[in-house]
């Protein structure tokens, strides 16, 4: 992720931690459209919950 945006002249990517979350900032080339931005924001939220809470089990087992 760093690498590619380093090869697109683009700013590099920021890992930011939000209370006990993780925030994921990547900088795009150009601007999207607000309305595609929410919907793609709470599709990858959820994921990211999903991704959060089979990490925490797997620790949780081992």
């Known amino acids: 992720m760093f690498k590619e945006a380093?090869?697109?002249?683009l700013p590099e990517p920021e890992i930011v931690e939000v209370g006990m979350l993780v925030r994921f900032i990547v900088y795009l080339a150009e601007s999207i459209n607000t309305q595609?931005?929410?919907?793609?924001?709470?599709?990858?939220?959820?994921?990211?919950?999903r991704l959060l809470f089979c990490l925490k089990r797997q620790l949780l087992l081992s």
């Open 36 to 49: 595609i931005s929410m919907k793609a924001t709470e599709q990858v939220a959820e994921q990211v919950n």
């Open 6 to 9: 380093e090869a697109f002249g």
